[in-house]
């Protein structure tokens, strides 16, 4: 009797539940939050953790429908709230089980930040502060939760971060990484990928471009998790750029979907009533439109929806300027400029400067640029650079662009005698003096000469500015002495107070800052705060966002403070103001490839390149870099291009004969790995190994023995010479290689030994294991931390590599498909036996995921740390 009520309870949350996921499906949003809510109430009164969770979720994943991202952020945080501590989910439910909480933070986790990182760019822009660090927050969230396939949700919020930050070159790649998106069913995300790039197109003005991606976005709209909502929207979209190409009845038999009640989905009937508004606007008719636009316009300011309302706002100007409203417009103009600058939101800014520019042509969405086809065409030209070069590289230290002294074509700064006199001075000192701080008596006397120009005295404004730049630039690579700082920071503000609202002047007073607080703390750390050095970089960028450099020199600061995600955002605006950067470049890459998105590394090093970045540095770490994502032809392209700028250098041909080992291209392969062998003669263990490769690639199984037997006499410890990820794909290609020998042959045997004992192992090395049984249904992933003590044979033995010889210790993580815990962990100690004779222990074990049907066994092996 006592269980009966309980029963219900469960039947009517089940109820509800199903009710609000049908209402969810025919994008009734506003009704199925009212559900969700009635499911929240009853399932915390009734102590039902999981129902609780579901309801909460649905509240949070329909808020941006709703156009209340407010509400979407409070759930998401109560989310992770409840995902980071089992103390809360058990506030809820006393007896909830670990099984079920670890799979609700499975499954949520990643959802949650997701949202999180959605409402609050909705509410502050997708470029304002924190808002990049949420895109690698988002996907290392995936990647410890297990949940991979989410890392393209964050991508398509990577989309919007760099539309905002108005690089659109960036955000097609996104978008276009969405389109390729190798996962289907409810995690088929191609619809939303092709909307991006069907938009980013139309907002540059290349219509021609945004017509010819119309058919992917009505393709996979029917195979989006909810094909409803992606038919409303696609049918909304088509129905003006219809009307903007002059074709008013194209497509008008496709995405075919009735709409849902007014009031049910918000975000389609903003949609819907900026079409409307254009079409208004085409047909004359703009005080409808302005009616229209303004009435949301207010709602979105109410509901604090920054994104929606910037651009109703852009619609609400075009249509004002194509009425001849000039002071209404320039009085909402001011308003949005000012919004858009706070949020940073330089694509907005972009649209703007377009919109009020008198030469575009006026027409009722925002652009870029105008139209290159349609009854809304111009002519396309090239805007010419106004970034000028002040100085000759004969007649300055090396710096940035913006900070010497020179005369120039463009330029009418004279260098005054005082300043050749230093510069002269400069350039007669042993190289590198500036960064060793030899010769400290000459450059204490340049120092005192430098510090004793009153910039007052050089003449014209132009030509003090142009000193003060130089003057912060070389200053910051001669100090070298700490009795000197105070002295040298107190000039610096003197200059700086002259000029506080020169952006180039405050961002390298900012950089002089950072040299002087970090590299003389015990002088200046009472003097220079973490905080103002912050402050200093975030206004120069406000001052004047057109500048590459002030990016730069923000983003190295960041980067010094570990703040990735800002150090992210302001790379990325520098390489878009300098796509030909290499250094930006490269920092940026490097940016992505510590929060492992190696394709965007490789996307926006290949721009730079493109863009006539010169430096083979660049080329080299292309290659590299296509080299891990397997893309061999594009590997050699770059390789060629390095090679053209400096011939014959070592570890080239190397790298080139893996991209043609890979490519089967055996004799090219060959000659390349001989090549290197005789460029560079140390590199003598993976010259064997490619060796190797060809062997195994062209069947000569007698040569491909012989030249095994010889790689396994080479002790792993005395190749000091490659890094960890070049051993690692050195012993990809020769495991690919003994693959041809018969599996009891006694040279593999060796090989597979070496590798298991060394933590370099391939997954195929497990896998080849593992499919010898049948496939089990129900298996579960663990992650296995296993500590392996070591003795004083450990010198000696054949695991070791270089650097790892003051080892006493150490933990290595197992992947393994299992039954339970119990017996992830018996499968990986017997692996771990192989790898040294004392008995190791498992200190730690995690179940990531379940419900596999799969060959049971490890699954891979990651290195190991040592201590």
Not at 566 to 584: I, K, M, N, P, V
């Amino acid at each position: 009797m006592s269980e009966q009520p309980e029963l219900d309870i469960d039947e009517r949350l089940q109820e509800l539940s199903a009710k609000e996921s049908e209402l969810t499906r025919l994008c009734q949003f506003e009704s199925a939050n009212r559900v969700a809510s009635e499911v929240r109430r009853l399932a915390r009164g009734e102590r039902r953790f999981v129902p609780y969770l579901q309801a909460t979720f649905t509240i949070m994943n329909t808020a941006a429908d709703r156009l209340n991202p407010q509400a979407g952020r409070d759930a998401a945080i109560e989310i992770i709230g409840l995902l980071e501590s089992n103390d809360l989910a058990r506030a809820i439910q006393p007896d909830l089980s670990d099984q079920e909480y670890d799979a609700a933070v499975h499954w949520y986790s990643s959802c949650g930040y997701d949202n999180l990182a959605k409402a609050t760019a909705e509410i502050c822009g997708h470029n304002s502060d924190g808002i990049h660090a949420c895109v690698n927050e988002g996907i290392e969230v995936c990647r410890r939760t297990g949940k991979t396939q989410c890392i393209t949700c964050f991508r398509e919020y990577a989309t919007e971060v760099y539309r905002a930050a108005d690089d659109p070159d960036l955000a097609l790649h996104y978008a276009r990484m969405g389109v390729a998106g190798v996962n289907r069913g409810p995690h088929d995300r191609r619809w939303a990928g092709a909307r991006d790039v069907m938009d980013i197109l139309l907002s540059r003005g290349e219509l021609a471009a945004a017509v010819e991606s119309v058919d992917a976005v009505i393709e996979f709209a029917d195979v989006w998790h909810s094909p409803i909502r992606a038919r409303l929207i696609t049918k909304t979209r088509l129905t003006e750029i219809a009307y903007l190409l002059g074709e008013p009845h194209r497509w008008q038999d496709q995405c075919q979907q009735e709409s849902p009640q007014t009031g049910e989905f918000l975000a389609h009937e903003l949609l819907s009533e900026h079409t409307q508004a254009s079409i208004d606007c085409l047909a004359g008719h703009f005080d409808a439109a302005i009616e229209r636009l303004a009435r949301w316009d207010q709602y979105l300011t109410r509901r604090k929806c920054f994104e929606h309302w910037s651009k109703t706002r852009l619609r609400l100007l075009a249509a004002h300027r194509m009425a001849g409203h000039q002071h209404e417009f320039e009085r909402l103009a001011d308003q949005l400029q000012k919004k858009s600058q706070s949020a940073r939101d330089w694509h907005v800014l972009h649209c703007l400067n377009h919109l009020r520019d008198e030469s575009s042509i006026a027409v009722p969405i925002p652009l870029t640029a105008n139209f290159d086809v349609g009854p809304f065409a111009a002519t396309r030209t090239k805007v010419p650079s106004t970034t000028s070069a002040f100085m000759s590289s004969n007649t300055t230290l090396e710096c940035s662009a913006e900070e010497p002294i020179a005369t120039s074509v463009q330029s009418e700064v004279e260098i005054p005698a005082v300043i050749k006199n230093i510069q002269l001075r400069l350039g007669l000192l042993v190289p590198d003096v500036t960064s060793t701080g030899e010769d400290q008596d000459s450059i204490d006397k340049i120092i005192t000469d430098l510090l004793a120009i009153s910039p007052e005295n050089l003449g014209s404004e132009k030509t003090q500015s142009a000193f003060r730049h130089w003057a912060l630039n070389t200053i910051a690579y001669l100090v070298h002495e700490a009795d000197r700082v105070e002295e040298i920071w107190d000039w610096a503000g003197g200059l700086l107070s002259v000029k506080r609202q020169d952006a180039v002047t405050l961002s390298l007073y900012a950089r002089l800052g950072c040299i002087l607080r970090y590299d003389y703390a015990e002088q200046m750390s009472d003097k220079i705060d973490d905080r103002h050095l912050e402050s200093w970089f975030r206004e120069s960028l406000d001052l004047d966002f057109e500048k590459a450099t002030n990016f730069e020199r923000a983003g190295d600061f960041f980067l010094f403070q570990e703040n990735l995600g800002e150090a992210e955002r302001c790379y990325a605006r520098g390489c878009r103001l300098d796509r030909s950067h290499a250094e930006l470049a490269s920092k940026l890459a490097r940016i992505y490839r510590r929060t492992e998105r190696e394709h965007d590394a490789l996307a926006v090093l290949d721009m730079a390149i493109r863009a006539g970045a010169d430096d083979p540095n660049l080329l080299w770490e292309a290659a590299l870099t296509a080299q891990s994502l397997d893309q061999h032809e594009s590997t050699l392209a770059y390789l060629r291009a390095y090679q053209n700028a400096v011939p014959d250098q070592p570890w080239f041909n190397y790298y080139r004969a893996i991209a043609l080992l890979e490519l089967q291209r055996y004799p090219e392969a060959l000659a390349a790995a001989q090549l290197e062998a005789e460029l560079n003669p140390d590199c003598t263990f993976p010259v064997l190994v490619q060796r190797a490769g060809v062997a195994a690639g062209t069947g000569q199984l007698a040569e491909l023995q012989q030249l095994v037997s010889e790689i396994v006499s080479i002790p792993l410890a005395s190749i000091d010479y490659m890094t960890l990820s070049g051993l690692e794909k050195v012993m990809f290609i020769l495991w690919k290689a003994t693959e041809s020998l018969a599996e009891d042959d006694p040279v593999r045997a060796q090989v597979r030994d070496r590798l298991v004992a060394s933590s370099l192992a391939p997954e195929r090395l497990f896998e080849l294991h593992r499919v010898k049984g049948d496939p089990i249904e129900g298996l579960k992933f663990y992650l296995c931390l296993v500590e392996q003590p070591l003795d004083e044979h450990w010198y000696n033995w054949h695991g070791r590599l270089a650097g790892e010889e003051g080892f006493t210790s150490y933990r290595v993580a197992w992947g393994v498909l299992a039954r339970t815990g119990t017996e992830a962990a018996e499968l990986v100690l017997e692996w771990q036996s192989r790898c040294y004779p004392l008995e190791a222990r498992v200190v730690d074990v995690e179940l990531v995921d379940e419900g596999y049907t799969e060959h049971m066994g490890v699954v891979w092996q990651r290195f190991r740390e040592g201590t």
